[in-house]
DNA sequence: TCTAAGTACGAACGTTCGTGCTGAGAATAG
DNA sequence: CTATTCTCAGCACGAACGTTCGTACTTAGA
């Protein structure tokens, strides 16, 4: 039972690398042999490391997560609930994406879309982050709703539904047609939609 | 038929069920051995048809975009300009999404995603692709301020690509949540943004 | 009927994949 | 000091990858 007792700045190294190549070519297209070779080590000395290719996998993206939260959510817990926070939550992923923090974008972004159809713990793994994020963000709404920042039959989950699309489509048109002007866009979607300061309408 | 290339007939059923395949696993997740065992015949034969795995590749998004364009845009064009072609074209969209027309949901989201970051000229097919869809949309959306039933000072563009993440990001969330609801976010995203008849603010 | 063109096949190429096994060398315990 | 443990590099394996090749078989035209 290889894995366990080896180095952990080692490892945290080989899966901030491994995440990164996956932004660009999927968890699938991160290939064992290449990431030693990339790192300068042997396949056999890192593949010790997680003892399978799934395993890596899943390492992956823990230690994606751990990225996430630092970068995006972290910081927009040191804003006190509402509107703003639902902002600088906003504002805190499109810097995130727009950064390159993943060389390929949003690494949750990529990894979805190729697992959202492969059944597997790869895929309940993605889907488990995916379903953190969105739960989150939907709270963070609901919390400005309810300090009376947003209209009282405001739904959570349709508004965070619709602020999601614009920062995930943001960073897809950004990749794909290498146009800066999407985060704009998202950044402009995002004011029309949800007002910046509290408005009139409180409950 | 001497001289003729190979048939014509069996190209499109390979070309069908690859697009099926890549919507699921990728267009690198699509193996020529795969496929063809996948279709009763042999690897060699089937690569004949093609020369390389690039050209199966970009053959493959060329039959996707006849698959699309007959789901998708050309029904859209059978209505007149204005908010009606508009609501049709995302309501075959979203339509095209949720039957599996591929069943691994939109071909071009899947195929998007996985070369966003990759150089070459599949990427360079996809973008193409994108960027022809993205103008179809905007074009209809400026067709309907420009007849009036939107306010003048929309910007084409920006709703265009509101329109798309609301579309794309319904596919993302109803294959990775399993989650029949998201098409029904994304509809009611778009009424809200969109009016459903000539509003009273025409120029 | 014979020939030429052309399709599709099986076999095999070299490469890369993920995964085991083995053995040298460093670290550590007594 | 030796003896034990742990780590990692090297090598080999079988499978699958894209690709090439030689060759039966089919068919059109002379």
Chains 1, 2 share one sequence.
Request: hydrophobic share 40%.
């Amino acid at each position: 039972m290889p894995g366990r007792p080896r180095d952990e700045r080692t490892r945290s190294v080989i899966l901030r690398r491994a995440a990164d190549i996956a932004s660009l070519d999927g968890l699938e297209g991160l290939s064992i042999g290449r990431l030693a070779t990339d790192l300068g080590v042997s396949k056999s000395g890192l593949f010790g490391y997680f003892g399978s290719k799934e395993e890596l996998q899943l390492a992956t993206i823990r230690a994606a997560t751990a990225v996430y939260v630092e970068e995006v959510v972290q910081p927009a817990l040191s804003v006190p609930p509402g509107l703003g926070r639902v902002h600088r939550l906003c504002e805190n992923w499109l810097s995130y994406s727009q950064r390159r923090v993943f060389p390929g974008g949003c690494f949750f972004f990529a990894v979805n879309a190729e697992f959202d159809a492969r059944p597997g713990r790869v895929r309940d793994a993605a889907v488990a982050a995916s379903l953190d994020w969105t739960r989150f963000v939907a709270r963070a709404v609901d919390d400005a709703r309810q300090l009376g920042e947003l209209a009282v039959d405001t739904d959570p989950d349709q508004l965070a539904f619709e602020l999601i699309a614009f920062m995930e489509t943001a960073n897809a048109v950004s990749l794909l047609h290498d146009d800066p002007n999407a985060y704009e866009r998202a950044r402009t979607a995002i004011r029309r939609r949800v007002p910046l300061q509290k408005s009139s309408q409180g409950a």
